[in-house]
């Protein structure tokens, strides 16, 4: 059985994955409210003015990562609806998702980046998102493999 990465890499439809990812996260971002979440709508709404494609250049850069923090998930999931398999170990998976995106924002050259980051990592925000985009990419290769 391949990888989810192979899967991943493979798949002519790629692309259009980034791009559904960089729409989950926009919508992520454009949907919370509160005084707490203003300086990410700031910080994104900058983000996105400066470098209008650095999201989706930022998806493309992180989902080899990211099927790579999943891919153990996705050989242990038995053949059943791998985004069903993501419910089940939601919190876990979150949190390698977590994990391998602050590795690779301490590597970026962005300091808006670095900064709409910053706000969250280590929060419940974090994972809610983390969550969303493993179900995304595991609804994917649910729908190609």
């Known amino acids: 059985m ?3 990465s192979e899967i991943v890499a ?20 454009n949907n919370k409210s509160g005084l707490s979440f203003i300086p990410i709508k700031m910080g994104f709404k900058a ?11 930022g998806m493309s850069r992180l989902l080899p990562e990211l099927c790579g ?18 419910d089940k170990s939601k919190d876990k998976i979150a949190q390698d998702l977590l994990d ?4 690779r924002i301490e590597k ?6 670095k900064q709409v980051w910053g706000f ?11 969550t969303q985009l ?3 990419v595991a609804t994917h290769v649910d729908s190609v493999a």
């Open 47 to 57: 983000l996105m003015n400066s470098k209008p494609d650095a999201l989706d250049k």
């Open 108 to 113: 970026s050259d962005n300091s808006t980046a």
């Open 2 to 4: 391949p990888t989810l």
């Open 100 to 103: 391998k995106t602050q590795a």
């Open 69 to 86: 923090a999943l891919d153990s998930y996705y050989t242990g999931h038995a053949g059943k609806s791998f985004a069903d398999f993501i």
């Open 120 to 130: 969250f990592k280590g929060k419940q925000d974090g994972k809610e998102i983390a």
């Open 10 to 29: 493979q798949d002519a439809n790629r692309d259009q994955l980034v791009k559904q990812m960089s729409q989950v996260v926009t919508q992520f971002v």
């Open 134 to 136: 493993a179900k995304l």
